[in-house]
Each structure stands twice: as C-alpha cells, then as structure tokens.
C-alpha cells in the first residue's frame, strides 16, 4: 500500500480539479518534497494548497528537462515559459494573418 494519502478531488470555483500536492508527487514519480520545492520557487502555482491539472503537467515536464538536457529548475522553467510564449505569439500571427488577407471566395 502507498503512503501517500490521495485526498479526493476538490473542485475549484472556477470549475478547475485541484489536487494534492501527494497525488501530484505520485503521478510524476517525485516527492512532496520535491512538490513544494517548486512551489516555494514560483515554478507552479498552487491554489489553496492544491494543483490544478496544468501544474501537475508542468511539474512533469520540468523534471523531463532536467533529465534529459541537464537543466536545472529555473532553466527549465524558462524553457517552459518561452515556449508557452512563442505558441501564443504564433497563435495570434495566425489570426491577424487570416483577419489581414482573408480567404477569397471562389479560389
């Protein structure tokens, strides 16, 4: 049997799932430690203690650049960050391309 208590899940006002911070440190193989660790540096922002889904992903995917390329948890982050960055400016040149030379009918 597990150690870690997995509390039930908690809905925000919002209607976001939140976790535990032991549910988040068991489904990315991690520690509580670990969980808190990021959450004292920024890296995720816990709500009322707990994780939505989005943090738990973010978790797993610093500690995949860590392990793969060496990264340490702040060089991971801004890995994250800036490719969060780069997939909403693409996201917005999409649109204001379409809004700026939208499809012409009968092509």
Known sequence: MSQYSL???VVSLEGDCLY???YAALVT???IIVVERFANLGLIEPTNSMLRAQDITRIAQIQRL???LGLNLVGAAMV???AQEIAQLRSQLQVHHQYR???QEGE
Do not use: A, G, I
């Open 66 to 68: 860590r392990q793969d």
């Open 29 to 31: 193989e991690t520690s």
């Open 7 to 9: 509390s039930t899940v």
């Open 101 to 103: 030379f939208p499809e």
């Open 80 to 82: 994250l960050d800036m």
């Open 20 to 22: 535990s911070f032991e």
